[in-house]
């Protein structure tokens, strides 16, 4: 797409930050972990609740509030080379990345850097992925990859006002760089998949660049009004991308030509929406205790995800600061995580006990004690009552937390896991808890196989084809894309199994995308 760049983008150099305390923001879509000033997390955690605020306003669609651990919660901390580090990542593109599970979504963005104008570098990706988390979340049909990272490009671009306002759709500035230097890639690519993948090669191209430009071309040009809607309307009754696009926009080439003109402009139009258009809940800002804030790091690697030898180095750490606070329920609570990730389910539950008994609202203490109950019954002499112990501490969460996904899937789990055929109540609380975290594409896999196996095949279809539709979800996508094929000689109403014994074993082998935009 050489030549056909509308401006270049801008490069900003920022000062370090003074070392601050660590502070917790907690609001009805994100929980905010900073090691910054109160000021610098709050403006933070009140430009991502207007950024979801505007994003219903502008997609027209509405996500209901998630329950407390079902937020997204975010650390921001440390430079580019931290999080690289963090994300086990040698690309020098890497700003930040998401981990998207059911009660345990995380994302890892750089310090905060709060300004006007054009979003920061890891505040853009930050913005895609949470963009990707809002659109899964409102709609249960799959996106063709171009305008799910479209629509996604489109609202990453957000930049919030001093007066509180928050300007939408404004120009990629982030993909600047791929839309001039990358390779091509044309419109009839975009919306044809088989002949992207025909034509692709092993250099960057500007699929994100393209993606990004067709979407914001189709939302603001006023002789296209309404063929955006049509195209996906299509889609979701069963055309093929290709089919929807020629039936809704028309001639594709000339289609491809006007995206050329339309790069070469040099204004765009976009949303400003005003404060009065914006309204979101409170948040409230505390500053973390002590050792709570000292067993910071060992949490976010930890949450982060750890192998074997990552784990009984960590376990260490975490047992260091738990010896300095050893009634701190946070601590506590972390040092849990990291004794059972190291496979010692004794140390992680007698931990997890010691935080509950100081503060019984700690939702993780009760999460990793009964990771290793579960793991503890696996072994058992006496399975059910192993299994039945181990539901314990998930049962005690529910109370405290009635939406929590976690507890519904470990209900389920616990029959699967005694070779017990599942209730009814039970295959229900699977389902509600794929509802509840549709971001989580294991999750949606296994319960899609299990909406097969009771004769829901159109469901089983519509809750597999996002995941099977997605490009960074690797093994996930290929089990879903050969259940689906599978699927397509099942009847409704009839039972279908797959090949395979274990129908649950994948729940918690989520890929990660941990994209970040070309600079």
């Known amino acids: 797409m050489r030549g056909k760049l509308f401006l270049l983008a801008t490069l900003f150099i920022f000062a370090s930050p003074v070392q601050a305390k660590w502070h917790r923001a907690s609001s009805e879509h994100f929980v905010i972990y900073a090691d910054d000033s109160e000021d610098d997390v709050r ?34 901390v440390g430079s580019q080379r931290d999080i690289r580090k963090l994300a086990g990542s040698d690309d020098d593109n890497v700003a930040g990345f998401y981990v998207p599970r059911a009660g345990a979504s995380r994302a890892f963005v750089q310090e905060i850097r709060n300004k006007s104008g054009y979003p920061d570098f890891s505040t853009v990706v930050l913005l895609h992925e949470y963009a990707h988390h809002f659109l899964i979340s409102s709609s249960r049909y799959a996106m063709p990859r171009w305008l799910s990272e479209g629509a996604a490009e489109f609202l990453a671009s957000a930049s919030f006002g001093r007066d509180g306002s928050v300007q939408m759709g404004r120009p990629a500035m982030h993909r600047a760089g791929e839309l001039a230097y990358a390779d091509d890639v044309s419109v009839e690519e975009l919306l044809d998949p088989d002949l992207y993948e025909k034509r692709r090669g092993n250099r960057q191209d ?8 067709l979407y914001h071309y189709l939302s603001f040009e006023e002789s296209r ?10 889609i979701r009754e069963g055309q093929l991308s290709i089919d929807a696009a020629e039936n809704a ?3 594709i080439k000339e289609l491809d030509r006007e995206i050329s003109r339309y790069l070469r402009k040099s204004r765009m139009f976009s949303y400003n929406l005003k404060p009065d258009m914006i309204s979101y809940g409170p948040i409230s800002i505390e500053e973390l205790p002590e050792g709570e804030a000292e067993m910071m790091e060992v949490r976010m690697r930890s949450q982060r ?31 849990a995580e990291a004794e ?9 539950i007698a931990a ?16 990793q004690k009964g990771f290793a109950l579960f793991r503890k019954a696996a072994e058992a002499d006496d399975g059910e009552a192993g299994y039945r112990e181990a539901m314990r501490p998930f049962s005690a969460l529910n109370r405290i937390e009635n939406d929590h996904p976690l507890p519904l899937i470990f209900y389920y789990r616990s029959f699967v896991a005694r070779g017990t055929p599942p209730t009814e109540q039970a295959r229900a609380a699977l389902e509600r808890a794929s509802e509840l975290s549709p971001f989580d594409q294991g999750l949606a896999v296994n319960a899609g196989i299990m909406l097969a196996g009771e004769g829901k095949i159109a469901l089983a279809r519509q809750t597999l084809m996002p995941v099977a539709s997605s490009p960074h979800i690797g093994s996930l996508g290929e089990l879903a894309r050969d259940t689906l094929e599978a699927l397509k000689s099942a009847e409704e109403g009839v039972a279908w ?12 082998m989520n890929d990660e995308e941990a994209v970040a935009p070309s600079s």
């Open 225 to 234: 009004r309404g063929q955006l809607t049509q195209y996906w309307q299509l």
């Open 340 to 348: 059972f990730d190291a496979g010692n389910d004794d140390a992680a």
């Open 497 to 508: 199994s797959p090949a395979n014994s274990n129908p649950f074993e994948s729940t918690f």
């Open 305 to 335: 995800g750890v192998n074997r030898e990552q784990a009984l180095e960590l376990v260490i750490e975490a047992r260091d600061v738990a010896e300095r606070y050893p009634t701190d329920p946070g601590v506590l609570a972390a040092l």
């Open 352 to 367: 997890a006990d010691a935080a509950i008994a100081i503060d019984p609202s700690r939702p993780n203490a009760y999460v």
């Open 43 to 76: 403006e933070f955690a009140e430009n991502l609740e207007k950024y979801h605020a505007a994003m219903e306003v502008v997609t027209g669609r509405e996500v209901d509030t998630p329950s407390p651990s079902n937020r997204v919660t975010i650390f921001a």
């Open 249 to 251: 926009f028309g001639d």
């Open 206 to 213: 500007a699929f994100y660049g393209m993606s990004w430009a």
